[in-house]
Each structure stands twice: as structure tokens, then as C-alpha cells.
């Protein structure tokens, strides 16, 4: 074979001379990415929060100019029913109890589907709006021309636990981050006095998942989320009753001199500045969270809107829980991720995973879940708070059209559901994106997770594919390498 001509390659070459080319051409390639490397950080790499040690709680500023200064998370566990809620279909209605077209056989979670079924409680217009919306959830529904409806919502698992993790974390894996974590990692705390997210489990117990809900996963321990409930407040706050106040104060006295003086002879000793600081948080954290627990100081007439004083166990606690939301919101608390319905007590018996009998267990979570939230929001918004706080109202994902062969209930259905959100920089009286005439699957404005997830953190002023925290040799996020800002919710 003839010697081609190296700098016009007119002629044919041998195999060992392309892979010589290749090579070189290969590494003039990679040369050219490293020389663009620091101009491509510099554009739109990640946006780390500088953390002091010694105050991991203090505010640090957004990105960019926020909507929201902070975020209360209602999560209904269990996968509540948007057919039988907030997504109204009327050919659902039109073609009660005949097959879905095109699904003859349709399995789903749980196994085989019969025919459609329409929604167990009768739609009405609400506020000026005129959005459709159950008598299932009458209060709720009043505030029509507060809210904003996602009915186009998309999850990845139909399974419980990876759900929930996924509406929490942004994986359906376990070991990430919960979104209450990113948030008080990235922006830290108003209050200096209380854990910048707080995670308020229901009273019945907590969601499939348990704490993994509101974990730190890879990040700093400091920003997990603190639970706490106001029926059952953070363990440990009294001091033993062998302890005088005058002898605990001392106590707490010396030990600040004894850490003073250390931190004096090693001033460049960050790691011990840090646990002072830590201790001293604590300290301060054992005040004010008594503090906020204490509903002393709120009338009757607020704890009676609320339902605090409702026969029902369950509906009075989870009452006390939205007022003790509101106490946190208020006094700057960044996260307030508050939980309806729980797992300990079995399928659809304490939480909205309405498989059987939706009929017979749709009213009581009903009327636990309804006066409380809708007297939450209206709080909000009489104080001033609803104008800087964004309000998520999400389940992990929604259910069937069809009823379950055999049974009186829906299946799971992460295809299209609804949430809706509330508050700072969103449109009020407004519906984002649909399913399917059926409400099987989200056909217009299809919305992940991801993009939820992205727009709650577009509100507080953070580039969702910039914030990012460096693990295992992975930069990381909390919507992965997805999500897209729902700009059609955005005010």
C-alpha cells in the first residue's frame, strides 16, 4: 500500500495511520475542553453556599431575587384520590361503570382493573374562579382563588416508599438529600433560635419512609430536619427536677469560661469554635422551641377555627400541628414540611391509600385533613405570611379512574395527578396542565417531580442546576441532571 500524502491525505492509509490521526485528534479535543473548562465554570458551574462553621444556620444570600422566604410542605402519605378531589373529568362521569377504552386487562399495582368509576362525591364551582372542585374537601375548595393547580403532575414509582422519596428527595433510591435539607443548606435560617427546617409528623405516626423524609442524606447533619409535633414536643427540653435553676444556669455559665478560655488558646481552631457554636445553638434552641410549642397566647377563637378543640382525636391533634406550622413560619423557620396521614395502622386505615373501601375511609381523613389546612392558609394570609411563603400541597402520587377488580377502590396511579401550591410567586385561581378526559395520565403541560422541584427553588431565588454539593466524585442536586421551572404557574 502506498505512503499517503500526510498533509492532503489525497491517498488511501493504513490502519495504523488512522488510529495515529484519531489519536491526536482525540487529544487536540481534550485539550480544548480543559482550555474551556474554567470560562464554563465560570458561566454556570455550581454555586456552593460559603458556610461558616461556627453559625451553619446563619442566612446566606439566594442566587437571585427570591418570591419566597420560605416554604410550608403539606404531604398527604398515602396517595390521595385527585379523581375524588380537585380534578374534575366529566366524561369519567358520562361513562360510569363501563371499561376504559383501549385497557381491556389493565394491571396495575395491585393487579387487575374493572371498569371506570366516577368520582364518589359530587364537583361544584368554587370562588370567583368557578374551579371544579369535590365536596369531599369543601374548605379547602373555598380557597379556589388562593390556589394553583399542577393536574398535569408525573411521578416515576408506584410504589409507596420510592415515591414518597422521590417527592421528598428527588430519588426514589434512599441516602438523598430531602428538599427541606437543600433549602437550609443553601439559604440557612431567619431565626437563630430555632433548626432551620422542621418536619411535623402526623399524630397518628409517621409516613412509610419515616425520617428519610426529612434526612440530610450527603449533607452536613446540621441541616436534617428537627422533628417535633405539638403533641409530642422535643424530647429532653425541662431539666431534671434535681437540678435547681440556679445551679443549671452556673453549670451553663462555667462551661462557657472553660470553652472561652480554650477557644483563647487556639484561636485558629475552627473545628472547636464550631462545637461551642453548636452547644450555644442548643442552648438557645431549648428556650425557643418550648416557646413555640406554647399556645398560651393564641385566642380561642383561633384555636377553635383551626378544630383544636375537636372531639376527634385525630382531626384536634392535626389541628395543633397546623397552628404550631404557623407559630415556626412566623418566627423564621425556613421549612416546615407538615404530614397528613401515616402508616403505622395499616393499608388506607390512617392515611389516604384508598385500595378497598374509599367510600367508607375517604370521610374520616376527609374531615381530619380539611378545616385544619384550610384554616392554616386562611391564617397565613390574614397575617402577612401567605405574601413570602409558598405553600405545597403534594402526595406522592394519585389513583385510578378504574375501580380495582373485585374491590371498591382505586390502584395507584403515578401517570397524572394533582398538587397544588399557594402563596409567594404563584397564580392565584389558576390550573396548570391536564390528564387525559379519564384523568388517567397528564396529556398537556406534563410535570415532573423534577420541574415541582425546580420552581420551588426558582420561588426562593436558587438555580436549581447550579445548586449542588460535591459527593463520591459526583456533583449533585436535588433534581439530578432534570427539571425545568413550571413558568406557567409563576406569577
Known amino acids: 500500500m502506498s505512503t499517503p500524502d500526510r498533509h492532503h491525505c489525497s491517498g488511501p492509509i493504513d490502519r495504523r495511520e488512522f488510529l495515529n490521526w484519531g489519536g491526536m485528534g482525540l487529544g487536540a479535543v481534550a485539550l480544548s475542553s480543559l482550555l474551556a473548562a474554567p470560562h464554563a465554570r465560570a458561566a454556570g458551574g455550581p454555586i456552593r453556599p460559603v458556610i461558616d462553621p461556627v453559625r451553619p444556620y446563619a442566612p446566606r444570600p439566594p442566587h437571585f431575587q427570591p418570591k419566597a422566604r420560605r416554604v410550608l ?49 359530587d364537583f361544584r364551582p368554587r370562588g370567583q374562579c368557578g374551579k371544579m372542585t369535590s365536596e369531599l374537601l369543601p374548605r379547602i375548595g373555598a380557597l379556589a382563588d388562593e390556589l394553583c393547580f399542577v393536574h398535569s403532575m408525573r411521578a416515576k414509582s408506584n410504589t409507596h416508599g420510592p415515591a414518597e422519596s422521590q417527592m421528598s428527595t428527588g430519588f426514589v433510591l434512599d441516602g438523598f438529600p430531602s428538599m427541606g435539607a437543600w433549602v437550609s443548606y443553601a439559604l440557612g435560617s431567619e431565626s437563630q433560635n430555632l433548626p432551620a427546617f422542621v418536619a411535623i409528623p402526623d399524630p397518628r405516626g409517621v409516613p412509610q419512609i419515616s425520617t428519610r423524609q426529612w434526612a440530610s442524606g450527603f449533607l452536613p447533619a446540621a441541616y436534617q430536619g428537627t422533628p417535633f409535633s405539638a403533641g409530642k414536643p422535643i424530647a429532653n427540653l425541662n431539666r431534671p427536677a434535681s437540678l435547681s435553676a440556679a445551679g443549671d444556669t452556673a453549670t451553663r455559665d462555667f462551661v462557657q469560661w472553660l470553652n472561652e478560655r480554650q477557644l483563647a488558646r487556639h484561636p ?37 377555627r383551626y378544630g383544636c378543640n375537636d372531639t376527634n382525636r385525630n382531626k384536634s391533634g392535626f389541628a395543633r400541628n397546623c397552628v404550631l406550622a404557623r407559630r415556626l413560619l412566623e418566627r423564621g423557620v425556613r421549612f416546615v414540611q407538615l404530614f397528613n396521614g401515616a402508616y403505622a395502622m395499616g ?73 397544588w401550591l399557594a402563596g409567594a410567586g404563584v397564580k392565584a385561581g389558576h390550573s396548570h396542565g391536564a390528564t387525559d378526559e379519564f384523568g388517567y395520565q397528564a396529556v398537556k403541560n406534563t410535570a415532573t417531580i423534577y420541574d415541582l422541584h425546580a420552581t420551588l427553588l426558582h420561588l426562593l431565588g436558587l438555580n436549581h442546576e447550579h445548586l449542588s454539593f460535591y459527593h463520591n466524585g459526583i456533583e449533585r442536586r436535588l433534581t439530578d441532571v432534570h427539571g425545568e421551572v413550571l413558568r406557567g404557574v409563576l406569577a
Open 268 to 304: 485558629g481552631d475552627t473545628d472547636l469554635a464550631a462545637r461551642i457554636a453548636s452547644y450555644e445553638l442548643a442552648a438557645r434552641m431549648q428556650l425557643a422551641a418550648a416557646e413555640v410549642g406554647d399556645f398560651k397566647g393564641e385566642s380561642a377563637a383561633t384555636l377553635e
Open 73 to 121: 410542605m403539606v404531604f398527604c402519605t398515602g396517595a390521595l384520590s385527585h379523581l375524588d378531589t380537585f380534578d374534575y373529568k366529566p366524561e369519567l362521569i358520562r361513562r360510569h361503570n363501563t371499561p376504559m377504552p383501549g385497557m381491556d386487562r389493565l394491571v396495575t399495582f395491585q393487579g387487575e382493573n374493572g371498569n371506570l368509576i366516577r368520582p364518589l362525591w
Open 347 to 419: 393499608e388506607g386505615v390512617g392515611n389516604w391509600d384508598g385500595h378497598k373501601t374509599i367510600s367508607e375511609q375517604y370521610p374520616g381523613h376527609a374531615a381530619i385533613l380539611d378545616q385544619p389546612c384550610a384554616a392554616l392558609l386562611l391564617d397565613l394570609k390574614s397575617r402577612g405570611l401567605l405574601a413570602d411563603t409558598l405553600v405545597a400541597f403534594v402526595s406522592e402520587f394519585g389513583r385510578m379512574p378504574t375501580f380495582q377488580k373485585g374491590s371498591n377502590g382505586r390502584d395507584h396511579n403515578p401517570k397524572g395527578f394533582t398538587i
